[in-house]
């Protein structure tokens, strides 16, 4: 799944997830086209993803970085790991996120791994169900982040206070 290229742009580091092959069937041969995923993040709490497509691969990648800069959102990381248990959809693929103790790890595939590492997130079990498509995959993650809220966030919104 990941090309294992990792770079970075001013504070925020790019990993591509990955990068697809697709190939029109023209007079003279095949002609070629590359579509790239990227997932940009800070680690610490900003995370976004990227997919463009062109005729190479480095202007694919350099295009979904881009894409991805302009999709940031900000996750709620306390303490290592995530607020509280979340389910991410999007199209057929559902992620879900549970927080873990201190030392667990990221215990997640390739494309959601990507994810739960650029938006700093060091503890988290995940699942995976439906389809393992890496686009799917990244966007329920991110799907699945968005919807995280802190306790404090909760109380204001609610008007309460928990003890």
Known sequence: MSTGRDSKTGEFAEKVVKVRRCATVVKGGRRFSFAGLVVV????GKVGVGYAKANEVPPAVEKAIKDGMKNLIEV????GTIPHRVEGLYETAKVVLV????GTGIIAGAAVRAVCESAGIHDVLTKAHGSTNPVNLVKAAIEGLKQLRTRDEVERLRGVTLS
């Not at 709620?76 to 303490?79: K, N, Q, S, T």
């Open 41 to 44: 993040g800070n680690g610490r």
């Open 76 to 79: 709620p990381v306390v303490a």
């Open 99 to 102: 927080p873990a103790s201190p």
